[in-house]
């Protein structure tokens, strides 16, 4: 290996930039040379390529979003489109690759990996923590702590005025990030993707729960069995017309802000273990983090996997909703 390039893919999760500086610095580290390439897939094919030094990650790597910007491409799905930025990674000499995303970018660089012969690596950037072979994608922690903030000050607020707030977060298809931040900010009940939980067992749930407590918050997944946070709300204020309720859905708010220290030394020890690897010979899997543990997975292991909910976490939520 003597160049590689690095990109973004997909949705940006805080810590991507903090990753970009580990490839670029590890790899003038160990003397190589690094080229970013920017709007992921989008900018390989049109030639969006530039080489970095050390200075271009400077001062980076407390900053969310991605220097390199990022993109979903239509276009890298087809082989034209592959063959082409095939095309103009060999014109800048770029031999591997470190891909930084999720399920779409590493669905992107397997294929592209059997069709070229160019080694590729990813590193776990994402909010949803919804890959296999690393306990925490980049992205996730930050996100988590940005959705309990924004929770307790909807707590806040539904406390002064007695109300129940239906509060939706994003994950995509996955729940983690409810299920981790419904314990965390205290919730009533959490309606998750994985498990079958449907509006009668909140209403059931809702029935018996204690009716003093000023406050209510029931954290739902986007994209759960029960419905998005309006249709659940909808139902609850038909049901319930005693409670006040409100719906707030948090969006975006959550791909955003300072990566916290936890998503700051997971983007560095994945960063550096990416480029290791690739000058140790290895390519198509992504490198995460399982227990404290460097580990690297395939790409077809690493995503498109049921994620496996711990439903003592739902438990405790039950316990500690009384
Ligand atoms: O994958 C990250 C994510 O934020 C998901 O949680 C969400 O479903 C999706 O991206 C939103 O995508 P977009 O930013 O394209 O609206």
């Keep these: 290996v003597k160049k590689i390039g690095v990109f973004t893919s997909g ?9 970009i500086r580990a490839v670029v610095r590890s790899g003038l580290y160990y003397n190589l040379e690094v080229a970013g390439i920017r709007r992921g897939y989008e900018g390989m094919i049109s030639g969006d390529i530039f080489d970095m030094d050390r200075k271009s990650v400077g001062n ?14 239509d276009q890298f799905r087809t082989p034209e489109g592959r063959k082409t930025a095939y095309d103009n990674l060999k014109a800048h000499n770029i031999d591997a690759l470190v891909a930084i995303g999720g399920d779409g970018t590493f669905t992107g660089a397997n294929i592209f990996s059997q069709e070229y012969d160019i080694p590729v690596l990813g590193l776990p ?7 296999a072979g690393t306990d925490f994608t980049i992205g996730y922690d930050t996100a988590i702590n940005t959705v309990i903030d924004a929770v307790d000050k909807i707590r ?15 994950g995509r298809d996955c729940g983690l990030i409810a299920l981790r931040t419904g314990i965390a900010a205290g919730a009533e009940a959490i309606l998750i993707p ?26 739902v997944a986007e994209s759960g069995e029960a419905g998005n946070a309006f249709d659940i709300g909808r139902q609850v204020k038909e049901r319930f017309p005693q409670y006040d309720t409100r719906i707030s859905i948090l969006g975006h708010i959550q791909r955003g802000g300072r990566p916290s220290c936890m998503d700051r030394v997971l983007a560095s020890r994945v960063g550096v273990a990416a480029v ?25 292991k690493a995503i498109k996997h049921n994620v496996e909910i711990n439903e003592k976490f739902l438990k405790i939520v039950e316990i500690l909703a009384i």
């Design 194 to 219: 994985e498990t079958k939980t449907d509006v009668d067992a909140l209403f059931a749930h809702l029935e018996h729960a204690r009716k003093d407590k000023s406050s209510k918050i029931i954290m």
């Design 125 to 131: 950037g994402t909010i949803d923590n919804d890959l």
């Design 276 to 300: 290791e690897g690739l000058i140790g010979g290895r390519k198509n899997e992504m490198v995460g983090i399982v227990n404290n543990e460097i580990a690297y997975t395939p790409f077809e």
């Design 156 to 170: 806040d607020t539904a406390e002064s005025h007695d109300r129940l707030f239906i509060v939706e977060v994003m």
């Design 11 to 19: 949705g940006d999760a805080p810590g991507m930039n903090a990753a």
């Design 60 to 73: 980076i790597i407390q900053r969310g979003g991605t220097i390199l910007k990022t993109a979903r491409s």
